[in-house]
Antibody, heavy 119, light 112 residues
Framework: EVQLVESGGGLVQPGRSLKLSCLAS????????MNWIRQAPGKGLEWVAS????????YYADTVKGRFTISRDNAKNTLYLQMTSLRSEDTALYYC????????????WGQGVMVTVSS | DVVMTQTPVSLSVSLGGQVSISCRSS???????????LSWYLQKPGQSPQLLIY???NRFSGISDRFSGSGSGTDFTLKISRVEPDDLGVYYC?????????FGAGTKLELK
C-alpha cells in the first residue's frame, strides 16, 4: 500500500524557516517524481514544487522560488521542503504527492501537514 | 501560466442523479508529445485530494465507471452518474502539461 506521511509543520514567525519531510512507503521511491502541493485554509490547491526521481529536474512556483528548496533522499525514502523567509501567505496545509510525469498527474497524496506563519 | 476555469462553483444534486462539471484552460493542454495532461481530483470533507481521472478520460485504479472524463484542447468535462453520498466534496481539475502546474478553483458538489 502506497503511503506518504508528512511531518515538520507548525507555527512559525514571519521571516523564519521550517523544513517539511514526507516519508514514503509501499513503492520504490527512487523510481518516481514527487510534488509538494499546498492548500491555504478554505482555498483551492496550489502546486509548489516538483522534483524528478533522481533530482535531476526541479521546478518551483514563482510564489516560492528563491525561498523554498525541494530535495529528496532516495536512500531514506524521504522528500523534503526547506522553507525560508516565510510569509503569512505561506500559511497552508502542505501535501506531498507522488507524481506521474508521463501522465501529468498526482496519483497518491499524503494527509498533509499544517504550516502557520504568524507573529 | 495556464489558467484553469471550472464551472459551476457549486452544484446541488439528488442522490441517483447525474452532474457535469466543466473545466476550461487558457491554453491548449496538448503536450508536445501529443498527450493531453488533464486530470480530475475529488477532495472529500476533511480528506486529502484523491485522483479520479488522468489524461482526460482514464479512470484511476479503483474508480467507479460512474465517473467519466472527456474533452480535448481547452475544454474538458467530468460527468458523474448515479450520484452516491460518497461522491460529495470538492472536485478539482488540474493540468500537468506545462509548468507551473495549475488547478481549477474547485466545484463543490452538495446534496439537494
Amino acid at each position: 500500500e502506497v503511503q506518504l506521511v508528512e511531518s515538520g509543520g507548525g507555527l512559525v514567525q514571519p521571516g523564519r524557516s521550517l523544513k517539511l519531510s514526507c516519508l514514503a512507503s509501499g513503492f520504490t521511491f527512487s523510481n518516481y517524481g514527487m510534488n509538494w502541493i499546498r492548500q491555504a485554509p478554505g482555498k483551492g490547491l496550489e502546486w509548489v514544487a516538483s522534483i524528478s526521481s533522481s533530482s535531476s529536474y526541479i521546478y518551483y512556483a514563482d510564489t516560492v522560488k528563491g525561498r523554498f528548496t525541494i530535495s529528496r533522499d532516495n536512500a531514506k525514502n524521504t522528500l523534503y521542503l526547506q522553507m525560508t523567509s516565510l510569509r503569512s501567505e505561506d500559511t497552508a496545509l502542505y501535501y506531498c504527492a507522488r507524481h506521474r510525469y508521463y501522465g501529468g498527474y498526482n496519483d497518491y497524496w499524503g494527509q498533509g501537514v499544517m504550516v502557520t506563519v504568524s507573529s | 501560466d495556464v489558467v484553469m476555469t471550472q464551472t459551476p462553483v457549486s452544484l446541488s444534486v439528488s442522490l441517483g442523479g447525474q452532474v457535469s462539471i466543466s473545466c476550461r484552460s487558457s491554453q491548449s493542454l496538448v503536450h508536445n508529445n501529443g498527450n493531453t495532461y488533464l486530470s480530475w481530483y475529488l477532495q472529500k470533507p476533511g480528506q486529502s485530494p484523491q485522483l479520479l481521472i488522468y489524461k482526460v478520460s482514464n479512470r484511476f485504479s479503483g474508480i467507479s465507471d460512474r465517473f467519466s472524463g472527456s474533452g480535448s484542447g481547452t475544454d474538458f468535462t467530468l460527468k458523474i452518474s448515479r450520484v452516491e453520498p460518497d461522491d460529495l466534496g470538492v472536485y478539482y481539475c488540474g493540468q500537468g502539461t506545462q509548468y507551473p502546474y495549475t488547478f481549477g478553483a474547485g466545484t463543490k458538489l452538495e446534496l439537494k
